[in-house]
């Protein structure tokens, strides 16, 4: 008996202890994990900001691809909500608080199953020279039961951090696929109407066109803002020679104007394009595709047994603003290739 009661004296102090130590554990908890991304800072935004778009890189539904999932009326943005039930994830719901655009997201997140317990999220989007630094945190407060839990199971950073950072991998391998999709259309025979506009020009080696492009637009168009000229469309390129054996190209880089307009600037000079016969054909997507399009439309040209002017012009006409959008995958580019 004297025994008996020794190992349970001996019982209770472990009790007492453990509650102690359990007790004495941190009331709160804070953690997170960044990754630096080579993407737009509003495009990983914009996907993160839409709970629509979190099963794509969420890894909680990758490991229930069939748990049934609930969208409010709103999904992005302040009020955006969504919540889940499954076998495995449990049940819960998720709802945004506050939004910063391209730089923070703040969320409140609800566990009702299989135990109840509730934290905020955390998401901070910092432009770096490597790329965007995603941040995705969590904290929040501990009762004696998740401490009790997490004493025996692990810490919820333990158990939590490897999935941000499965996330986080998930999310840079889901825009960088999505900043590659492209489509290639040729649209046909077509009619340029031609036009005035404005432009400077320059000869140099093909591997350099892309800095001498990116060096000489911007001038052009700023002297057209600057001296409020109304352009009559999208920026293009007008290629007059492409001497691959020689690795030459001698280019124009064009802004359109409703007019013809005498420039005050002597590298800044006014042109015409006379209308003309062309098959036009259409990049969606990266610049780096162009090379392919330009092929496609040159097969599509013998193909057809129609007869290129080489003496004529080769237009590219960015028909979309890189910095208004991001993603790669909506640019569009059309060419117009002079024919007979």
Request: proline share 4%; aromatic share 12%; net charge negative.
């Amino acid at each position: 008996m004297k025994t008996f009661k020794y190992i349970l004296f001996l019982l209770l102090i472990a009790l007492i202890g453990t509650a102690i130590y359990i007790a004495v554990q941190p009331n709160e908890f804070d953690f997170s994990r960044s990754k630096v991304i080579k993407a737009p800072t509003s495009l990983l935004f914009n996907k993160v900001n839409d709970f629509k778009n979190w099963p794509d890189f969420s890894p909680w539904i990758e490991k229930e691809p069939n748990a049934t999932l609930t969208y409010g009326e709103t999904t992005s943005g302040i009020d955006g909500n969504y919540g889940w039930n499954g076998d495995i994830l449990g049940e819960g719901h998720m709802k945004t608080l506050a939004v910063e655009k391209d730089k923070s997201i703040n969320q409140h997140i609800v566990f009702i199953k299989p135990f109840e317990s509730e934290s905020d999220i955390n998401w901070t989007f910092e432009n770096t020279e490597e790329g965007t630094k995603v941040t995705w945190g969590m904290k929040g407060k501990q009762d004696f039961m998740t401490k009790m839990y997490t004493t025996f199971a692990g810490s919820i950073e333990e158990a939590t951090g490897p999935d941000f950072e499965r996330g986080l991998f998930k999310l840079d391998s889901v825009v960088s696929a999505d900043m590659k999709k492209y489509s290639i259309k040729v649209d046909g025979i077509t009619q340029h109407s031609g036009g005035y506009y404005l432009y400077n020009t320059t000869s140099c080696k093909i591997t350099d066109l892309k800095a001498k492009m990116t060096e000489m637009m911007p001038k052009v168009g700023n002297y057209a803002m600057a001296n409020n000229i109304t352009m009559a469309g999208a920026p293009f390129t007008s290629y007059h020679k492409w001497d691959v054996e020689n690795n030459a190209v001698m280019f124009s880089c064009c802004v359109p104007t409703t007019e013809k307009v005498i420039s005050s600037d002597s590298d800044i000079l006014t042109g015409q394009l006379k209308p003309f016969k062309a098959v036009k054909t259409t990049l969606k997507g990266n610049y780096e595709n162009l090379k392919e399009a330009w092929e496609i439309a040159s097969k599509h040209i013998k193909d057809h047994g129609l007869e290129e002017l080489h003496d004529q012009p080769a237009l590219e006409v960015y028909k979309t603003d890189p910095m208004s959008n991001p993603n790669p995958a909506d640019w569009v580019t059309e060419i117009y290739i002079a024919v007979k």
